[in-house]
């Protein structure tokens, strides 16, 4: 059974970097389920996934984020570390690891952290 935990500060001030890192068991970032995303979801909106890392390290990140959005891993932690930088108060939201596929252009989430709430305030 792959767990996924999410860690980081809980505030962020704006124009500041938010990173958060998604600590894996169960499971090996390099071996098991292929992607391993981020996912977030601001109040009272819907979710928004974020980019992901492949196990074989190669990433992709959703457009409207790609140009502040930096995904990588430390393969000796089992872990993935997501930084967004230049965040204002539109990216509060909990966010969230999720591991799963990707196929024809269609992914899947199999697994999910609880989420972590990121509030960017000054």
């Known amino acids: 059974q792959v767990q996924l935990q999410e860690s980081g500060p809980g505030l962020v001030k704006p124009s500041q970097t938010l990173s958060l890192t998604c600590t894996v068991s169960g499971g090996s970032i390099t071996t098991n389920y292929g992607y391993w995303n981020w996912i977030r979801q601001p109040p009272g909106k819907g979710l928004e996934w974020i980019g992901y890392i492949t196990y074989s390290g190669s990433t992709d990140y959703n457009p409207s984020l790609k140009n502040r959005t930096s995904l990588s891993r430390d393969t000796s932690k089992n872990q993935f570390t997501l930084q967004l930088s230049s965040v204002t108060p539109e990216d509060t939201a909990v966010y969230y690891c999720?591991?799963?596929?990707?196929?024809?252009?269609?992914?899947?989430?199999?697994?999910w952290g609880q989420g972590t709430q990121v509030t960017v305030s000054s």
């Open positions: 999720a591991a799963g596929g990707r196929e024809y252009g269609t992914s899947w989430y199999d697994y």
